[in-house]
């Protein structure tokens, strides 16, 4: 009695022991409220309130579904020469001069290959498909393109033929063969670089495709069909899911309008104005959500704001996991990445002083062939051989400026309709083995 640190000893381990009391009943929830602990969520074990889970989930799939069908009524799914031509129209585009195909049938880049695309492109023997070429030679893009500048070229080589001898100074083939030369390594130099740019606009859509899928193959995952979520989080989880795949689909839309524009007559195109063409927004989103994008410089960037915001909340609140949204968010920065580039090929051309200079050196080359000819044959002929010389030489320098403005040619809206299918498929319901493979995880 006498000792203070003994009574002190004592009075401490009767309190250990009643603390190890308290703890141990807790477990079995009869003191847990009173010492303030919380147990976790009840997850969705029991069969009717996965059920119920799965019927929301359904639910959410289907009016998605529902929506894009309705989008295949206002944008066209087929990627026929027709449907082509009048994209190309609406848009103020001359398809007669860049739509190669619109009027033979012959696959051409504005359109996905298929297996039958490739047989009737490659499939044939090369003769049938060396003759089918020259057949359709007349409804050539190419030659709709030239021909005027090589009719005027043929015809002043026949007048430059046709002046008497004493006109037309002995001059050496020499110098138009050096001319030559450099001309060949320009027009392939330029021609490249615009194949180039084909090449990386298509190169961003596909990437477009492949984000907008895998995004949304995550996001069905982890909102929409994962039955472990708590049932209270579950109808917020599932709007979200909802209005991110609703956003997704609405985004490579707004893109493919952005880059094709809005034809303003004939020949003739100008970028969206606010508020214009917002019928697929209609479909997916709310009236007042349509008016604020539409009025946007960017309709895709703030899109793809509208889905940060979504799964950042979905963070907040627990439903996301870190992990999984570090991978969504991922997914929006490469997606910001494909609109910075499509914005960048877009506006910024290969610079148009060679184009101006490449035509300038085959004008002083074409326009010199005839003195160097005249008199080694008859003017008829010169004029026919000059005519088919521009032909070549124009032609491969029209080819580069068809290609110039990539996503003219590049088939986005048909790559459009495949990241549709391909949302469509995301939210597809799983079948109920797989639903109850994962359900049954936690007792395994």
């Known amino acids: 009695d006498g000792c203070p640190l003994l009574r002190m000893a004592l009075a401490l381990a009767l309190l250990s022991a009643e603390a190890s009391a308290l703890v141990s009943t807790s477990h079995n929830g009869r003191f847990a409220p009173a010492l303030g602990l919380r147990r976790a969520g009840p997850l969705l074990s029991s069969t009717a ?3 119920e889970l799965q019927r929301s ?24 020469p027709e449907v082509q031509q009048k994209l190309w129209e609406s848009a103020g585009l001359l398809p007669m001069y860049k739509v190669s195909g619109s009027v033979t049938g012959e696959p051409s880049f504005t359109q996905l290959f298929s297996h039958e695309t490739w047989s009737a492109y490659t ?19 190419v030659l709709a393109s030239v021909w005027p500048i090589c009719l005027s070229l ?3 080589s026949f007048c430059v033929a046709s ?35 084909v090449a990386e606009a298509r190169l961003l859509w596909g990437r477009a495709v492949f984000l907008c899928r895998q995004a949304a193959q995550t996001v069905a995952t982890a909102l929409l069909f994962d039955t472990s979520l708590p049932a209270e989080r579950a109808p917020a989880s599932h709007a979200a899911a909802s209005k991110v795949c609703r956003y997704l ?23 969206l104005r606010p508020g214009e063409d917002t019928d697929i927004l209609r479909v997916l989103l709310p009236a007042e959500e349509v008016d604020f994008i539409g009025q946007a410089r960017s309709r895709p960037l703030l899109l793809l704001g509208a889905m940060r915001r979504q799964l950042h909340a979905q963070l907040r609140v ?5 992990m999984v949204y570090r991978k969504l968010e991922e997914d929006l920065k490469e997606l910001d990445l494909v609109v910075g580039g499509c914005e960048r090929v ?3 051309p290969v610079p148009p002083t060679m184009s101006r200079h490449v035509i300038r050196c085959m004008l002083l080359w074409l326009l010199g062939l005839p003195a160097v000819l005249a008199g080694s044959m008859s003017p008829a002929h010169i004029s026919l051989w000059v005519f088919l010389v521009s032909y070549i030489f124009v032609g491969i320098e029209e080819v580069g400026v068809q290609v110039e403005q990539p996503f003219e040619i590049t088939p986005m809206t048909r790559l459009c309709n495949v990241i549709m299918l391909n949302l469509e498929e995301a939210l597809a319901m799983p079948p109920p083995a797989e639903a109850s493979e994962q359900g049954g995880g936690a007792d395994e």
């Not at 289907?62 to 929506?67: G, L, T």
């Not at 689909?249 to 970028?271: H, I, M, Q, S, Y």
């Open 163 to 197: 002046l008497p001898a004493r006109f037309l100074p002995r001059t050496s083939p020499l110098p138009l063969t050096a001319m030559g030369s450099a001309i060949g390594l320009l027009l392939v130099f330029r021609v490249n670089n615009l194949y180039g740019r």
């Open 346 to 348: 877009f506006s910024s």
């Open 318 to 322: 627990g439903t996301l996991h870190p």
């Open 49 to 51: 309130a996965a059920l």
């Open 123 to 141: 499939g044939k023997s090369p003769f049938r498909r060396w003759l089918r070429t020259g057949v359709t030679w007349r409804h050539s893009t």
């Open 57 to 80: 989930a359904e639910s959410t799939a289907d009016a998605i579904q529902r929506k894009l069908a309705r989008i295949r009524e206002l944008r066209p799914t087929e990627q026929s």
């Open 249 to 271: 689909a609405a985004f490579p839309w707004e893109l493919n309008a952005k880059l094709t524009g809005k034809g303003d007559g004939v020949g003739k195109t100008r970028g």
């Open 154 to 156: 043929s015809l002043w």
